[in-house]
C-alpha cells in the first residue's frame, strides 16, 4: 500500500494543473495517506511527525514528504530532518537526511552553500553510511538560488527510488535505518541550541572584535551576575530521575555534544553555568533527603549540608549519610551538572580529584544532566578516576628562567 501511494505519485503528479487542491486524490495521497500510513509504521514514535506538502498556491516543482524529530524541528525550514523528495521529471525519489536551508540562509546569508557544505561533510564523516548514499542527489532541472538546488546541497545521505523499482518492504526498512542514524545524530545534540551546534561546526570567519573590559570590571560584572534573585531564583517541580551511566564508546559527534569555551560572553556563561550548578545541587539534596527516608534514616534528614554555598574549597558540595552494612557513615557528594541532554563529559578540578583520592568510598560523584527538561542522575562513588577517564585540558604555566 505504500509503494502503491509513491508510485501514484509519481504517475499523477504531473497532471497539467498547475494549482494545488486539496479535494484532488493527489493531494490526498500525498498529504494525508501516506503521512497516515508510514505513521501507523511507527505508531509507538509519539516524537515523530510526518508532514506532506505540494506547495501552497501554484504546486511545487519538487513535492516532498518530511519526518520531523519534534525535539528538534516541526518544519522544513530550521533543522535535521528526514524527507522524501521528488524529482522534478517523476521519474523517481529519494529518501535523504537533510537541513533547513533558512536558517543559513539567515546566518551566513551569501556562504550559505559553503556553510551547507561544511555541514554535510561533517555529519557524513561521523555516520555509518551502511546501504545509503553519500553521492550528490539530483532531483532535475535545478539552479543555484532556487528551492531545488538548496534540496539538493543540504542532503547528507540518500537512498533512490527509480520509479517501478520499490515496494513496501524496502520503503519500510529503509526509513527504519535512516531513523536510526537520526536517532543517534538526536542522543548527541543539545537541543535547546541547534543553531549553536551548527556554529561549531562551520569554522567562523567573522573579523569583528568582542567588546573588552578590564580584569576587575570583568571580575566585579561577574560576581554581580551570580547573585541569586530573591535567595531562590529556581522551579524545583522537576525531580531528579536515578538511570544508568551511558557508555558512549563511539567517539562520534564531539563537535556536537562536548562543551565548548569561547572568547566571548564570558559573563553570561558564568552565569549560566552557575544557576545549572546551583540547581542541580539544590535537586541532589532533595534526592538525598528522600533516599534518607526510604532508609530509614530520617533522623539524618536534618544533618545534611550543603557546604559548597559556604566555600568551594571544600572538594565536594554536599555532605550526607549513607547506610553501608549496619553502619551509618558519612559521604560526601560532589554534583556536577549540566543542561545537555545526553550525559556530556564534565570537568573537575585537582582539588576534587585528590579530595576522591583521600576519601575513597566515601567520596561520592552525583551526575546530573537534562536539568532543565527532564532530569537524571547517576552516582558512582570512589575515586574519581576509577569511574572516569580524565584528560588534562589545562595547565598551570610557570616560566622556567
Same mark, same amino acid.
Given at each position: 500500500m505504500i509503494a502503491e501511494k509513491f508510485q501514484y505519485i509519481l504517475d499523477h503528479y504531473i497532471d497539467g494543473n498547475p494549482t494545488v487542491s486539496s479535494s484532488s486524490p493527489i493531494y490526498s495521497a500525498l498529504v494525508n495517506e501516506l503521512p497516515a500510513l508510514l505513521k501507523e509504521k511507527h505508531k509507538f514514535r509519539k516524537d515523530l511527525l510526518f508532514k506532506g506538502s505540494m506547495g501552497q498556491g501554484n504546486k511545487t516543482e519538487y513535492p516532498w514528504l518530511c519526518v520531523f524529530n519534534t525535539n528538534i524541528t516541526r518544519g522544513a525550514r530550521y533543522?535535521?530532518?528526514?524527507?522524501?523528495?521528488?524529482?522534478?521529471?517523476?521519474?523517481?525519489?529519494?529518501?535523504?537526511?537533510s537541513q533547513g536551508v533558512t536558517y543559513f540562509e539567515e546566518m551566513y546569508q551569501r556562504k550559505k552553500y559553503d556553510a551547507l557544505k561544511t555541514v554535510v561533510k561533517y555529519f557524513r564523516s561521523q555516520i555509518d553510511i551502511g546501504s545509503l548514499s553519500t553521492d550528490p542527489i539530483n532531483l532535475i532541472g535545478t539552479r543555484r538560488g532556487t528551492l531545488g538546488y538548496g534540496y539538493e546541497v543540504s542532503t547528507i545521505v540518500s537512498k533512490f527510488?527509480?520509479? +517501478?523499482?520499490? &515496494?513496501?518492504?524496502?520503503?519500510? &526498512? /529503509?526509513? &527504519?535505518?535512516?531513523?536510526?542514524?537520526? /536517532?543517534?545524530?538526536?542522543?548527541?545534540? +543539545?537541543?535547546?541550541?541547534?543553531?549553536?551546534?551548527? +556554529?561549531?561546526?562551520?569554522?567562523?570567519?567573522?573579523?569583528?572584535?568582542?567588546q573588552m573590559m578590564k580584569a576587575d570590571e570583568a571580575i566585579e560584572a561577574i560576581k554581580t551576575s551570580l547573585e541569586p534573585v530573591d535567595g531562590q531564583p529556581y522551579d524545583f517541580s522537576k525531580q531528579l530521575r536515578e538511570v544508568s551511566p551511558y557508555i558512549d564508546t563511539s567517539k562520534k559527534y564531539r563537535e556536537i555534544t562536548n562543551p565548548i569555551i569561547r572568547k566571548v560572553d564570558y559573563i553570561k556563561k558564568a552565569k549560566k553555568d552557575a544557576e545549572t550548578g546551583y540547581?542541580?545541587?539544590?535537586?541532589?539534596?532533595?534526592?538525598?533527603?528522600?533516599?534518607?527516608? +526510604?532508609?530509614?534514616?530520617?533522623?539524618?534528614?536534618d544533618k545534611v549540608e550543603h557546604v559548597s554555598v559556604r566555600s568551594d574549597g571544600f572538594g565536594y558540595d554536599i555532605e550526607s549519610y549513607d547506610l553501608v552494612g549496619t553502619e551509618i557513615k558519612k559521604i560526601y557528594i560532589e554534583v556536577k551538572t549540566t543542561s545537555n541532554k545526553v550525559d556530556i563529559p564534565f570537568?573537575?578540578?585537582?582539588?576534587?580529584?585528590?579530595?576522591?583520592k583521600e576519601l575513597k568510598k566515601q567520596y561520592f560523584i552525583y551526575r546530573v544532566y537534562d536539568i532543565n527538561k527532564d532530569p537524571k542522575m547517576y552516582r558512582v562513588s570512589g575515586q574519581i578516576e576509577e569511574h572516569f577517564d580524565l584528560d588534562p585540558i589545562t595547565y598551570l604555566a610557570k616560566y622556567k628562567g
Open positions: 533543522g535535521i530532518y528526514l524527507v522524501y523528495l521528488f524529482r522534478k521529471d517523476m521519474s523517481g525519489f529519494y529518501l535523504a537526511l527510488y527509480a520509479t +517501478n523499482s520499490f &515496494n513496501d518492504e524496502m520503503i519500510v &526498512n /529503509d526509513l &527504519n535505518e535512516m531513523l536510526s542514524i537520526y /536517532d543517534e545524530i538526536y542522543r548527541h545534540m +543539545n537541543v535547546d541550541s541547534y543553531k549553536e551546534i551548527i +556554529n561549531r561546526i562551520v569554522v567562523s570567519t567573522s573579523t569583528s572584535k568582542t540547581l542541580g545541587e539544590m535537586m541532589v539534596l532533595e534526592y538525598e533527603k528522600k533516599r534518607l527516608e +526510604n532508609l530509614g534514616l530520617g533522623e539524618y534528614i570537568q573537575v578540578s585537582k582539588g576534587e580529584v585528590d579530595k576522591s
